[in-house]
Every structure is written in structure tokens, then in C-alpha cells.
């Protein structure tokens, strides 16, 4: 643990950024430290550049992961959990969860223990990285994913297991759909929305629109058609916030059409939904039509990976996790274990996700240092494996290169 640098606190509300704060980081799996290697100098790079050398980051590390289990036997440390929480502000690599089997996720883990209640993953086009659209700059969309229910607290149970069978009468004897279920093994999952999660997630979306600039559509996306009491309820309970907290500053989408022929008044945020499957065409169809979307916690992983594809690929798609007064940065891609230790993945989505984290702090300047030396890199044509694929006269760069290349360019 650090000596000379000091914790970031909160007084009456309010955080206390000091000058030399202590930021925890977490390396993550797979490639995880292949992108924390190349990230972290841009961060220092952008924090010296921008303040002249007045401020500094003194960065902390603290375990989770395989890197945790070897050193200390379990995967997520207690420790590293309180280290984060006290400490407020953080970043962290991607976390490896294996499939159908062996322990549930540490990502839905330290979002849930932390209560880190909106992953924000916003999606925006840098000129000069390639991209399957013909016009990607269209995309400009934030998404508010829901962080600690519906699949994050799912609560399932394996087939041929007593749980499971005992589920299943529950549910045919008891509830009464006695038709629903095939004979023979059935694994069963029950996936909780609540008003609570759901209106703290929408508010978060409505107050980042109405904040921001040039984002005044909020779009809550939902798969209410099939699951009315579940993803239904997302969208009813999201314009209840809509209609009864906002005033004239928030409309929904039937007032525009009803009262205002479709034309949105310039200073109010509009409140629309859409079914996630519609969702999934209509950001390639009607890019520029959608602003900030408001999810369950599963739609918002399936449209956060699509809006990335359109912007050049998960290697540049930033995210972060927001609580009360907390805020954990992070990519939105996973460990790609088949390209760890290899030196070759994209850094850009981490050190874009540490751009959140500046802006968290309200060290703007931080975050623009690295925007502009990350355009020129890229405008440079310097780049790693999946932009130089599909870039001609592209030089190919390790990941280590490349985040070198952005910290020659800072300034
Ligand atoms: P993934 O790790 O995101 O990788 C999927 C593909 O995305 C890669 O094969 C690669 O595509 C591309 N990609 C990912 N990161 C990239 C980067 N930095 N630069 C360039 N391209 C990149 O997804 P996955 O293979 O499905 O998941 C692996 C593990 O990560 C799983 O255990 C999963 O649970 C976990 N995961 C963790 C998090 C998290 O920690 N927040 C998030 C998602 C998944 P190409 O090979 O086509 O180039």
C-alpha cells in the first residue's frame, strides 16, 4: 500500500479528489496484464501532460482473479472488495468465468458487493478505425445497463437435481402450469426485476441525458412482449420515473407524437422504448435516431457488444461501473484467453475506460489529453491486430507498442 499518496474521501456528499490519489487496480485475467501494461503509462502520460505534473496517480493493486488465487488461495479476496470500496474509485481488467460450470461470475460478484448499479458503456466512433458500416460515425449511444439483477441475480438450478425437481412441482402443482414444462430433465431459472433496480437505473439514464449534450433521446429497451411481468414491468416502471419525477423536463415519446407532431422541444429529454430484438436492427438501421439506452442487465451485454462491433470491435470499447459515490472502470470485452501473454491485443478499450474514470474525478483534461493522442495514433494508422486487418497501409503494432505510440503522441 501507498505512502505518499492520499484517499480519495466524500464530505457532505461530495467527492474529495486530492491531487495524488490512490487508485486501485485490478490486472485482470487473460490478457489482462497485457493491457494494463500498455494502458497505465498513457494514464500517467495524460495526468502529467495535462497538470503539468502537479497531479499523479499512485496506483494500488489489489487481487482478484487467477492472479488472486495463486497468491492468496481465493478469487476474490474480501480485501480487495473493502480496498475498492474505501478507496471509491477504480479500474480493473477483464475477469475470467468459465461456462456451465465451476463458481458463478467475479464481475457480477464485485458490482454486486460493491453495489455498482449502472454499467455505462458508451459508444462512440474515432475517425480512421475500420468498421463494417458505411457511415459509423452515426454511432453515438451510452448504454445504461441494469448491474445487479435480472441475470446477475438469477438464481438457477441443474437439471436432474432435487432443486430443480422440486421447482418444477412447485410450479405445476402449486402455480398451476401443469402443461408448461417437458417431461424429463429441465434446468430452471428464475431472473428477479425490481421497481427499485429499475428506477435507480432509468434515473441515472434520464440525468446523464439531460447533463449531456446532443443525447436527448433515452431509449428503454426491454423484451416486455413475452416476459410482461419481468422486462414488461422494466419499461412500465422506467416511464413511471419518466412521467412523475421530471416535470416538463422529461416527455415520453407518445406526448411528442400526440402534442408536439413528432418535433421534440430542444431543452426537454425524450423517453421512448423499443423490444430488444427490434433494438438489435434499429441501431444499425436507424443509428442516428438512438442516444442513451436503458437496459436489464441482459439486453444491455447483448446491444453493448453490437453498438461496439459497429464502432471498430470490443478492442475499443470503453465501460465503467457506477455506485453512490464508487465508480470501477472497465472494458467491455472479456479475458480472451486464446490471446493471452501474447503481447498483441488492442489497449483502447482500457484506456478508454479510464477516460470514465478521469471524467469521474473531474480531471477532464486528463481524459481529453488521452482522446486526442489516441485519434492522432489511429489517424497515424499505427494500430494492433484487429484494426490493421481491415486497414490498408496500416502499421501493424504489438499492444505494448501501441500504448507506447499514444503516450509519444500525448501532448
Ligand atoms: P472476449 O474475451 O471479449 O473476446 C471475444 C473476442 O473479442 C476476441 O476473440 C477478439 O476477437 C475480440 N476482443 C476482445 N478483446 C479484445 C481486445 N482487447 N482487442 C482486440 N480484440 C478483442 O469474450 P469471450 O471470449 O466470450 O470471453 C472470455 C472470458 O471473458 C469469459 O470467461 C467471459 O466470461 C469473460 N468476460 C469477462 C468480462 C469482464 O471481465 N467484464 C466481460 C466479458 C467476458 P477476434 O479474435 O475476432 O479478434
Redesign the pocket.
Known sequence: MSTSGEQITMEDGVLHIPDTPIIPYIE?D??GAD?WAAARPVFDAAVKTAYNGERAIEWTEVLAGEKANEHTGELLPEETVDTIREHRVAIKG?????VGAGFR?L?VALRQKLDLYANVRPTYYIDGVPSPMKDPGQMDMVAFRENTEDVYAGIEWKAGTEGAEKVRRFVEEEMGFDETIHDGPVGIGIKPITEFGTKRLVREAIDYALESDGHQFVTLVHKGNIMKFTEGAFRDWGYEVAREEYGDEVITEDTLWEERDGDPPEDAVVVNDRIADNMLQQIQTRTDQYDVLAMPNLNGDYLSDACGAQIG???VAPGANFGTAACLA?????????YAGQDK???S?LILSGRLMFEYMGWDEASDAILDALETTIAQKRV?Y?FERNLEGAELLTCSEFGQAVVENMG
Open positions: 485482470g487473460g490478457v493491457i477483464p475477469l475470467t468465468t468459465p461470475s464481475n470491435g470490443l478492442g472497465e472494458p467491455v470485452h472479456g479475458s480472451a484467453n486464446k491485443v488492442n489497449p478499450a494492433t484487429d
